[in-house]
């Protein structure tokens, strides 16, 4: 059964608030225990706002690590790049914000690309936080012919490239991910949304569990780790 704790926001300032806190406090523990931290982050809408919040806590940020957990196989320059959006933020402040996606016109060998990218950082990610697209992907763990290399990559494997099918409207491009195994290794995972069409579709992920037809219910199945859900209503 999935251990989900949820935390319901009046808005999305105090719902930047509370989810910069919680990560804050992720990195200073890291940083305490291990010296340094390594957290994954979304891409997509929800996330900037509370990644202005995030800049501007005081935090070890020579010693932080941010790696997008998926990234759109585009040119960093461009809208749509996950990684751009981070770096953007993130470098000023001094962390190291390393890119997962290369542009392929081959999505898998990327996805192979990326995975020997991330072969080199010391594992497991103090952090995974992920989005959910109204479509119910997560990262881009999307239905199409990847969702299972995505889900059950062999151990050990911690990206892959994935062609969505359908295309998601607001980036219709192939993207790299991390696998369902490697979100799971995390030391912490945390889910943050918004709207009620998204809590809904989230709330029956869960309950149907590894019979979610949703990539999220599919990887959150997985997780031996509480989950905490971070949400507000718009
Ligand atoms: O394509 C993506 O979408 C999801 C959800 O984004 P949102 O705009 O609905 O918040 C995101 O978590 C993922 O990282 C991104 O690549």
């Known amino acids: 059964m999935i251990e ?36 994954a982050l979304p891409g997509g809408a929800t996330p900037g706002p509370i990644y202005d919040v995030l800049a501007k806590a ?15 196989l585009v040119a960093v320059d461009s809208p749509m790049s996950n990684v751009a959006a981070l770096a ?41 936080w992920l989005g959910m697209g109204e479509d119910g992907h997560t990262a881009s ?5 990847d969702l299972e290399a995505a889900l ?3 151990k050990g494997r911690r990206a892959v490239g994935v062609l969505p099918e359908p295309m998601p409207k607001d980036a219709p491009v192939p993207r790299v ?36 037809t949703l990539p999220i219910g599919r990887v959150l199945a997985g997780a031996e780790q509480p989950i905490d859900i971070h949400w507000c209503a718009k």
Request: proline content about 7%; charged content about 25%; hydrophobic content about 45%.
């Open 58 to 72: 005081k935090l070890p940020w020579k010693r932080v690590t941010i790696i997008p957990g998926d990234d759109r």
């Open 152 to 154: 059950d990559a062999p």
């Open 177 to 212: 991910t991390l696998t369902r195994g490697a979100i799971l290794s995390a030391r912490a995972i945390t889910v943050v949304l918004t709207g009620s069409a998204k809590r809904k579709l989230l709330e029956k992920a869960i309950e149907d569990g590894a019979k979610s």
């Open 88 to 128: 953007k933020t993130f470098i000023p402040l001094g962390a190291r914000v390393l890119p997962i996606a290369t542009v392929n016109k081959d999505h898998r060998q990327a996805g192979d690309a990326a995975n020997a990218r991330l072969a080199d950082l010391p594992w497991p990610p103090d952090l995974v």
């Open 4 to 39: 989900a704790e949820w935390w319901d926001y009046d808005d999305r300032a105090e719902l930047a608030q509370a989810v910069a806190g919680d990560v804050g406090f992720i990195i200073e523990s890291a940083v305490d225990a291990r010296g340094a931290a390594l957290i």
């Open 141 to 145: 763990i999307f239905p199409g012919p």
